[in-house]
């Protein structure tokens, strides 16, 4: 109920009416406020009886423990509550319905159960949490708000940090390129980024909670998208319509680096919890350590964190890739209030290292070391390229919560970034590229009311970039862009349905070259329907639009990081592109899966079309437009062999061409797939893993066929937990028989195989 509506009394307002009654029969004033006291207690005794709670226990499975400041989340509402000292946790003013409680504890296995809520009454569920092969997973990226996963209507990949831990890189394309439908392109460990179903550059968005990280990786081959595993949360990797909320250039998907801070939680925790992390490994020489705190007090919540990570040249089987070195460090600290109505935080962090790009010395010798008869000139020892980084962030995050009339919250993010990186050649500074971004936006979160649900609001950024050097490719640009966006859901007992839209504006102002100005709509639509016991069929449409990205419209000179001459074509017009989704999925006590098929049909698709020529000892390619389209297919399956067996399968194929012709696109993954296994023994985890791929025979112009190959790799945990602390010790095995093998995503792929056989220790301190 309203509380506009509250108080009325047959459409007037209470007060007007009991200074009616007043006036007729002589009330005191001292009468008065009595009956305006019983009013109030009455409407507050109606709105009670309308709602009811919710309340539990969370506990360690073995041995009973409390859990304290174990988190609870209540969807599909998005409250959150902290477990006390005793475990316990609580909800009040649920109104009536079914939910979806999850409880989650760092890396105990996340429990969820399903809960029926009656008006004036107090529903009762305890949970124990332990360590199981199967995590249960939770997404923001998908809807804005937290959801299950397999629930959502998108296909959503979420790892948390006890899985990333173990892989412990520096590079996001490293820590993902074994995930189900993901691969990495690279020039090298420390520059990799994600390729979603075969999607790479400006078509796949990185984020970090929910907002542009501010890199120039989507630029280049060896630019870098830059993460510590050990200081973030959880990463999700979202296709599909959700891509509509935060951009629409994310036509392959987006993948989202969520920190925890800067999400608004309902309840913070009193007092102090933190993390220590050191980690080691060998064939790279890694080492490094983080650490983080965070400090409660009533609504305030205080944070800080920072570490650092080092890599020395890794070892392939054929020996050391010189210049693969990479080093990271990070410090981050902000502070927030978390109210039951209102919520803001505040934070600062600053990222800086640098990384090598091997062999990157021969490309830049092909078009430098040349005078006017051809002949080479003799500079002796090669100097060595590499990438030094830096990027500075500033974030505020704002909420309401309540608002009436329909609106469950508005959220406000404002962040501003500035990234900057030289690349050295030796000591001296070749190129040195600035990039500063600014973005707001805004969502508003509509109440439930019957089966309609959504949100919608508005997104906007300022981008300034300039490039100097002899790899200055593009002018200096500015960019500015605006979007409004819209995500609403209609739930039944027996189908669900999402309907999604975003209009987008981008405007290219670059400096003595024509300006550019695209205005474009993306729209989609799915259907999620429960069709059998644990089972589903999810169906989604997707229709987008991509504005050319700045290095497609502006580019003109050699490009080592692409191993291409490039030239841009300032006359491009937008991508256009309809795709379509059908997933099945079952959940069930031993069996869970997954398998999604997909189709993009992409209109005026701008891709690098070789010419034939070479200029500057680099192959001469334009970007160009023509048809392509986009098929393939994922699976991911865990069966329960035992109660404490799990088989582990997963396979990916994606096929991409142009449509004119049958020409495939460059860096295509090939065919892949993944047998392993999770056996757990009380705190002890065990699982071994076979990586297969095929050979990738199906090329673009000017490149070369990639063998398949297999690769073993065996990983082992051991968690020690107690009611206020939790130890982590992990093993990871790779490459355990030194296979030679090379990764076709990699722009050095005929000079540098991956990483040949090695090992990794990490361990974890975290209390609570």
Do not use: C
């Amino acid at each position: 109920m309203s509380p506009f509506a509250a108080g009325t009394v047959t459409g007037r307002p209470a007060h007007t009416t009991i200074l009616r009654v007043k006036r007729s029969f002589g009330f005191s004033h001292t009468t008065g406020l009595a009956v305006l006291l019983l009013s109030a207690s009455g409407w507050l005794t109606a709105q009670q009886q309308q709602t009811g709670a919710v309340e539990g226990v969370v506990t360690l499975r073995s041995g009973g423990t409390p859990l304290h400041n174990a988190t609870v989340s209540l969807l599909p509402t998005g409250r959150t509550a902290a477990s006390d000292e005793r475990g316990e946790f609580r909800f009040q003013n649920v109104p009536p319905g079914r939910y979806r409680l999850v409880a989650h504890m760092h890396s105990l296995t996340d429990e969820t159960k399903l809960i029926e809520v009656q008006a004036g009454q107090t529903a009762k569920l305890d949970f124990a949490l332990s360590l199981a092969p199967v995590r249960e997973s939770i997404t923001v990226t998908a809807t804005g708000q937290e959801v299950a996963t397999a629930q959502a209507f998108q296909t959503v990949t979420s790892r948390e940090s006890y899985d990333l831990t173990i892989k412990a890189s520096n590079s996001l394309g490293e820590l993902l390129e074994t995930e189900t439908g993901i691969a990495k392109r690279s020039f090298g460990p420390g520059n990799s980024r994600p390729v979603v179903r075969g999607f790479d550059g400006d078509r796949v968005l990185v984020l970090q909670d929910g907002v542009r990280t501010g890199t120039l990786s989507s630029q280049s081959g060896d630019h870098g998208e830059p993460v510590d595993a050990t200081s973030i949360e959880r990463v999700e990797v979202v296709r599909g319509p959700a891509t509509l909320l935060y951009g629409s250039n994310a036509v392959g998907g987006v993948v989202n680096v969520v920190t925890g801070h800067h999400l608004l939680h309902e309840h913070p925790h009193s007092g102090f919890r933190g993390h220590l992390t050191g980690i080691g490994g060998t064939t790279n020489a890694q080492g490094g350590g983080s650490g983080g705190f965070e400090f409660g007090h009533k609504d305030w919540l205080v944070w800080g964190s920072g570490g650092g990570m080092r890599t020395g040249d890794y070892h392939a089987p054929i020996g050391r890739i010189v210049g693969s070195g990479t080093e990271l460090r990070h410090t981050t600290a902000g502070f927030g209030r978390y109210s039951e109505k209102f919520g803001f935080n505040l934070s600062y962090g600053v990222q800086d290292g640098k990384y090598g790009v091997p062999f990157a010395s021969e490309f830049h010798e092909h078009h430098e070391d040349e005078d006017v008869t051809g002949e080479e000139d003799d500079h002796g020892e090669e100097e060595q390229i590499g990438i030094q980084f830096r990027r500075h962030n500033v974030r505020f995050n704002g909420s309401v919560r309540d608002l009436g009339r329909g609106f469950e919250s508005f959220q406000l993010a404002l962040n501003y970034s500035d990234w900057n990186h030289k690349e050295l050649e030796g000591a001296a500074i070749g190129t040195e590229f600035f990039n500063t971004q600014f973005i707001y936006r805004g969502t508003l979160t509509q109440r439930r009311r019957g089966p309609l649900s959504g949100s919608f609001g508005f997104w906007g950024m300022r981008r300034d970039f300039e490039a100097r050097g002899e790899e200055a490719l593009a002018p200096p640009v500015s960019q500015n862009a605006f979007a409004l966006f819209g995500l609403e859901e209609f739930s039944f007992e027996r189908v669900r349905f999402q309907f999604g839209g975003r209009f987008e504006h981008n405007g290219y102002s670059p400096e003595e070259l024509r300006n550019r100005s695209f205005n474009g709509a993306s729209g989609s639509a799915g259907v999620f329907l429960p069709a059998w016991n644990g089972g589903a069929v999810v169906v989604n449409y997707m229709h987008s639009f991509r504005a050319p990205a700045l290095e497609e419209l502006y580019n003109l000179g050699p490009h080592v990081g692409n191993v291409t001459y490039e030239i841009g074509n300032p006359n491009l017009v937008a991508e256009r592109s309809n795709a379509f989704e059908v997933s099945l999925r079952h959940t069930a006590q031993r069996v869970r899966l997954e398998t999604n098929f997909f189709r993009y049909g992409m209109r005026n698709f701008v891709y690098l079309q070789p010419t034939g020529a070479f200029e500057d000892g680099l192959p001469e390619a334009d970007y160009a437009q023509a048809d392509a389209r986009f098929l393939g297919a994922e699976m991911r399956s865990e069966i329960g062999l035992r109660r404490d067996l799990w088989l582990l399968l997963g396979f990916d194929a994606v096929d991409a061409q142009l449509t004119a012709g049958g020409t495939p696109l460059p860096r295509i993954p090939p065919v892949r797939g993944r047998i392993g296994a999770d056996w757990r023994w009380r705190s002890l985890s065990i699982r071994p893993e076979l990586v297969l791929a095929n050979r990738q025979w199906q090329l673009a112009p000017n490149e070369t066929e990639t063998p398949g190959y297999a690769v073993v790799n065996l990983a082992a945990a051991y968690t020690f937990t107690q009611k206020h602390t939790m130890h982590t010790f992990q093993a990871n095995l790779f490459n355990l028989s030194d296979r030679l093998y090379r990764n076709h995503l990699s722009f050095i792929k005929d000079l540098a195989p991956e990483i040949g056989r090695g090992v990794r220790f990490t361990y974890t301190l975290q209390w609570f």
